[in-house]
């Protein structure tokens, strides 16, 4: 067991460290020292960043090895120094911080090599080098951020993704009420944030079956959604008066459509493809005017993890087999999200599509513990971030590694951040009469068999 464990952990770090080598290698040194965005750091920190701390967690706690630049772990502090004022730090050169970094991982494989996989918390089923590959991936998937917010001429290239056959499908699923499972005691390397397993009883509740695509988000905006308060939480209203926004980040108008900017690409905006780069506030918004709401955080882990048959919780929406090509659309395996509807064989059991991969969905929920959470290893991965300020976002996005995404798995964000790879869909209450079976029809009024926005089959 213990070689299987290695093994993984071999593998992990290695499918990382592969990746970042495309994010650093694609651009030259002048785009890896420029700040593209004071929201991100320059790309070239976040590579010596990731060096630093699989020193420090790899190198010196479990290995108990001697440090090997202990001058710079104030400079990538990232706590001790904000993003935006991160470039006029004496950082490491392109050069010195690949150089840096392979330094560092030679000797963590020897660490690894040499360790035994249990005895402490810390090491236990791999625990630490699991730790770093999901803090690696974390970093790289925020250098693919910094890649869509630079200028210029596209940088990155991957295929499309797989054209799915279109097939009807209801606008939303039924899930219904009852306890079940919620977070996690079992996984191995699931983080403190995701811990303990515990009992959440939940009320019946409709679900999209797909993410809200940018089609159905046009008909909020032709409607004047950006204009009329009544949709708004009053902090989202300010934010889109102060800084004049009409749609989604990256969008604009050009004719009577919409263009965005991808990856350094200029496109029509695809009607049938999950929303992206939208706010918290915006996707409530969405939600009021289409007479729903946002799943909260334990509406959208039991749609993706409850088996009604067994009242088991899966690890996935699909059961519980790592994900694979066919299930969902993550490692950056394509630069887009997929068209609503696709991943048939990485549906839910009740039929709820697309929940892990393609965009984070932000949920109503404020990030917060669960009953029983204790920090590990260090306060300031989950524990200082709690709180109303954060939002929490579930599923995971095509950026995502399948390493750092499970179905337990929280992310959280300010609800104003709009450069993530953010999208969402939406839930009502179900009927309280007890033979409610179908959704309600259109609370908007359309006269329509589906909610508002929904988009009916697709």
């Known amino acids: 067991m213990t070689d299987e464990l290695r093994l993984r952990a071999l593998d992990a770090l290695t499918a990382a460290r592969a990746r970042t080598a495309v994010l650093t290698s694609c651009v030259d040194d002048g785009d890896l020292t420029a700040q593209h965005s004071p929201l991100m750091s320059p790309l070239v920190w976040d590579l010596a960043h990731i060096g630093n701390q699989e020193e420090q967690w790899l190198l010196r706690t479990v290995g108990r090895a001697e ?10 502090d990232a706590f001790e120094h904000p993003r935006a004022s991160r470039p006029t730090l004496p950082l490491l050169a392109p050069a010195e911080a690949r150089t840096y970094a392979s330094d560092v991982r030679g000797r963590v494989l020897d660490i690894l090599e040499k360790t035994e996989l ?12 699991g730790m770093i590959a999901q803090h690696e991936q974390q970093h790289d998937e925020t250098m693919l951020i910094t890649h869509q917010l630079r200028r210029g001429p596209a940088a990155l290239t991957a295929p499309e993704p797989p054209d799915h056959p279109h097939e009807p499908l209801p606008a939303e699923v039924l899930v219904p009420g009852g306890p079940f499972t919620m977070g996690t005691s079992t996984e191995p390397w699931a983080l403190d944030n995701e811990r303990p397993a515990h009992r959440r009883e939940v009320a019946a509740f409709w679900i999209d079956t797909v993410p809200v695509t940018c089609g159905a988000y046009q008909e909020f905006i032709a409607d004047g959604g950006y204009e009329d308060p009544r949709w708004w939480a009053p902090a989202g209203w300010a934010q889109i008066r102060e800084h004049g926004i009409g749609a989604p980040l ?3 108008r050009e004719g009577s459509g919409w263009v965005r900017r991808r990856f350094g690409v200029t496109e029509e905006v695809p009607a049938g493809e999950p929303v992206l780069h939208v706010s918290w506030y915006e996707a409530d918004a969405y939600a ?41 659309n993550l490692g950056q395996r394509h630069l887009r999200p997929a068209r609503a509807g696709a991943y048939p064989e990485g549906a839910s059991p009740l039929g709820v599509r697309q929940l892990i991969g393609d965009v984070w969905e932000w949920t109503a929920s404020d990030f917060l513990p669960y009953p029983g959470f204790a920090a590990f290893p260090y306060r300031e991965y989950s524990e ?32 104003v951040r709009r450069q993530i790879f953010s999208g969402f869909r939406t839930a009502r209450d179900a009927e309280v009469r ?12 359309r006269g329509s068999s589906t909610p508002r926005g929904a988009g009916g089959s697709v």
């Open 67 to 76: 440090a090997l630049r202990p001058d710079i772990d104030s400079i990538y």
């Open 118 to 129: 249990e005895g402490s918390r810390l090491v236990d089923a791999g625990f630490a080098f």
């Open 250 to 252: 990256f969008w604009r």
């Open 288 to 328: 009021r005017w289409a007479g729903r709401r946002l799943p909260t955080e334990a509406e959208w882990e039991k749609a993706a993890r409850h088996d009604p048959e067994s009242d088991r919780s899966r690890r996935y929406p699909w059961g519980d087999a790592d994900p694979g090509p066919a299930h969902a």
């Open 384 to 415: 200082v971030f709690f709180g109303p300020e954060h939002k929490v976002l579930r599923g995971g996005a095509f950026g995502v590694d399948a390493v750092a995404c499970r179905g337990t798995f929280r992310n959280w964000d300010l609800p």
């Open 434 to 445: 007890g033979d409610a079976k179908e959704p309600r029809g259109s609370s908007a009024g």
